[in-house]
Antibody, heavy 119, light 107 residues
Framework: EVQLVESGGGLVQPGGSLRLSCAAS????????MNWVRQAPGKGLEWVSY????????YYADSVKGRFTISRDNAKSSLYLQMNSLRAEDTAVYYC????????????WGQGTLVTVSS | DIQMTQSPSSLSASVGDRVTITCRAS??????LNWYQQKPGKAPKHLIY???SLQSGVPSRFSGSGSGTDFTLTISSLQPEDFATYYC?????????FGQGTKVEIK
């Protein structure tokens, strides 16, 4: 069974940093590209970042470029999101999502981890 | 960036009703269109990929159609467990933009 479990969320002050993790199991992690998607309270889904299976290709949303860094450790079947210079507008539930090759749909999602940026 | 626009933003329907949600892309995305269902407090669930292909395990009352810029998600006979918010998403290019969502509520 495919499982994605996020961790690392919490309350952080504006300007602070946080590192999210996503532990994958039930599939060969190194075969799949991965994404982070966030959802602000009461709002819709916003794609945040993408990383290819071998980390050779990385993309970011303009809203986080230069502040967030996506990475992965295929040996540990883990995905990460380092978030620096956090702002109030980064407050959201952050989901990791597996990307199916070909149609590139996000076929499996984690349960999400809440990040709250507030003083 | 490709903009995705869903309509309506919300709708009220009864169990057994046929429901159609539309999604329009700001430029052609061929068939790189996916649909997701999200219930309150839960992660999104993948329903349809490549505009019309049903994800494994998704009931056959869900169907998708379209190509280019105009797409639809249809629920042929609405069931109680289908009341949720539905999102379209394009996977043609980065950023992988989502529609704003359509909330399906009980009439």
């Amino acid at each position: 069974e495919v499982q994605l479990v996020e961790s690392g969320g919490g309350l952080v002050q504006p300007g602070g940093s946080l590192r999210l993790s996503c532990a994958a199991s039930g599939f060969t992690f190194s075969d799949y590209s991965m994404n982070w998607v966030r959802q602000a309270p009461g709002k819709g889904l916003e794609w945040v970042s993408y990383i290819s299976s071998s980390s050779t290709t990385i993309y970011y949303a303009d809203s986080v470029k230069g502040r967030f860094t996506i990475s992965r450790d295929n040996a540990k079947s883990s995905l990460y999101l380092q978030m620096n210079s956090l702002r109030a507008e980064d407050t959201a539930v952050y989901y990791c999502a597996r990307e199916h090759p070909g149609p590139r749909a996000f076929d499996y999602w984690g349960q999400g981890t809440l990040v709250t940026v507030s003083s | 960036d490709i903009q995705m626009t869903q309509s309506p933003s919300s709708l009220s329907a009864s169990v057994g009703d046929r429901v159609t949600i539309t999604c329009r892309a700001s430029q052609s995305i061929r068939s790189y269109l996916n649909w997701y269902q999200q219930k309150p407090g839960k992660a999104p669930k993948h329903l349809i990929y490549a505009a019309s292909s049903l994800q494994s395990g998704v009931p056959s009352r869900f169907s998708g159609s379209g190509s280019g810029t105009d797409f639809t998600l249809t629920i042929s006979s609405l069931q109680p467990e289908d009341f949720a918010t539905y999102y379209c998403q394009q996977s043609y290019s980065t950023p992988r933009t989502f529609g704003q969502g359509t909330k399906v509520e009980i009439k």
